[in-house]
């Protein structure tokens, strides 16, 4: 594991009813360092990640009693902002969809590699647990996670799914510099080797919904959304 500076230790929820692999990430996590609990039900990660205090939690979709989505759906209706990284075997583009639309911060589809998921861990715990809208507005754009919709200036928006993810990814991050590299790790499948060149395929689709002007190359770097 690569280190990182962390003040204390770091606290992690998993909610997984699969007994070997719940017991399996336990003692990899442990090993790394992290203190993990472990809850088997839906209901039960429910109340653990309300009453502990936790830095991020590893989330299953398809878990007794209550699913992953309405997990996360809950905690974010109630603004606790805890990281979730979710885990499934639901490897379909809308079920990835559904997953962050539901306020879940990343999404890694089984089966999995140890090393990305670490990293992923990592990269969520380095952002910490930001606020976030209940709907994403950047300039006259409006990006409704519940309602699967967006609008330009009132006029709705009709996106793909993969375009949908994308503009949701760079409006979470206006105005900021994001690689192709961070965007293919975030808006495509982590399991499927995507060439580089798709994220610029997409970004020329999304360009002329949304206007060229929103969406700035910078040379060398990646892309920004105009705030």
């Not at 105005?175 to 994220?199: R, Y």
Request: charged share 30%; aromatic share 8%; with cysteine.
């Amino acid at each position: 594991m690569t280190r990182w500076w962390h003040p204390g230790p770091v606290r992690l929820l998993v909610v997984e009813d699969e007994t070997r692999l719940a017991g399996a990430l336990r003692r990899g996590l442990s090993a790394e360092g992290f203190v993990v609990d472990v809850a088997a039900t839906g209901p039960a990660g429910l109340d653990a990640a309300r009453h502990g205090d936790y830095d991020a939690m590893i989330l299953d979709v398809m878990l007794p009693g209550l699913s992953g989505y309405e997990v996360v759906r809950r905690l974010r209706a109630e603004q606790r902002w805890l990281p979730v990284l979710m885990l499934s075997a639901k490897d379909g583009e809308y079920d990835q969809a559904d997953g962050l639309d539901c306020g879940a911060d990343d999404y890694l589809t089984k089966p999995f590699s140890y090393v990305v998921l670490l990293a992923r861990l990592r990269a969520l715990l380095r952002r910490g647990a930001p606020r976030r809208p209940a709907v994403l507005t950047v300039g006259d754009l409006r990006l409704d996670p519940a309602r699967r919709r967006v609008t330009r200036a009132d006029a709705e928006v009709v996106l793909t799914s993969r375009e949908y993810a994308l503009l949701d990814y760079l409006m979470r991050r206006p105005g900021e510099v994001v690689s192709k590299t961070e965007l293919l790790d975030h808006v495509w499948d982590a399991s499927v080797d995507t060439a580089p060149n798709a994220v610029e395929v997409y970004v020329g689709y999304l360009r002329r919904k949304i206007g060229r002007e929103r969406l700035e190359t910078v040379r060398g770097a990646g892309y920004r959304l105009a705030t």
